[in-house]
């Protein structure tokens, strides 16, 4: 397995905004935050997983999860290097450590974090999708991306551009280096795997596995522009969790109220057309045998109360 499952993910995205009613409510969040200079990278739980894995993906699926754009973006990339040197050195001086020069700088960049990597750049007057290192794809495939506008890119998902595209080509045009953002991504998965590229999977399964079978995958996204190419760095911070652990955690009711809001087009998108009833039902059904035992303790520890005044009394 490439990377780790953590218990419990350190985010819940699923319970940010208002509560649906219904899908005809279903809205996309771009949900941008100031992210701090310091939290550019995240190494926490995970990340010694995520780092050992790119090695071996690299040498195994290496035009799958490495590709640029004809130029190279070289000064572009050497920028990113520079700073990921500088930043681990200032704020993780315990991984400071230099890239290797042998290596593409982009690639060599993000051995050095557990974060993927992906370059927007301006080409010809348009913001586009330059090259990545993306060790870590969510079902989605990155060559086929280059040369894009995020519009572009967007495209196969169903709503979105409708209802973000503006925001978004908004917010990427205004991005300034004095000041980054972050955001939170999720969905369900059927495997623990960091590394689900579209060719390894065919047809997304995730319609066929059981509700307790069943993943949240979180991606942290943050977004920062260099302040010499002027280049757009997305970086993904990915934590998968197992759907028990969220149940666990206390989270079922909120991600049962996310997955029924999800109308029938985002669903089949996301392959959970058939299985999204089913796991709205295990959900609830996991939240009444909770308040089942609540209902047991509290009238366990009742009737001790009203055994300990009976003492008293007599």
Known sequence: MDGAVVDPVPYVPYRDGP?????DEFRWRL?????ADDAWFEFGPGA????AAKPGLMARHGDTVFATIDDGITDESNELAAL???HLARHHSDRAALVDRSLHPLDAAARLVPEDLVLLVEREGRLIFGGGSVCFPN?????????????EVHAPVPRLNDQLADPIDHALRRLDPARSFWRLGWT?????????PVSSIGKRP???????????????????????TGVIVFAIRTYVTPVPAVIAAGGREELAAAVAAWPGDVLAYKGLASAAE??????EQASEIDNIRLKIIDNDAHRAVNRRQTIITE
Not at 48 to 51: A, D, S, V
Request: charged share 30%; net charge neutral.
């Open 139 to 151: 079902r989605w495939d990155l060559r086929s991306k280059l040369g894009l506008t995020m519009a």
């Open 48 to 51: 010694e997983e995520l780092i």
């Open 188 to 196: 369900l998965i059927d495997t623990p795997d960091h590394f689900t």
């Open 19 to 23: 509560r649906l009613r219904s899908p």
């Open 31 to 35: 949900g941008l935050r100031p992210l």
């Open 278 to 283: 089913e796991l709205v039902r295990y959900l």
């Open 84 to 86: 990921v040197e500088q």
């Open 206 to 228: 995730a319609e066929h596995a059981a509700p307790n079978e069943l993943y949240v995958r979180v991606e942290r996204e943050t977004l920062r522009r260099l302040p010499h």
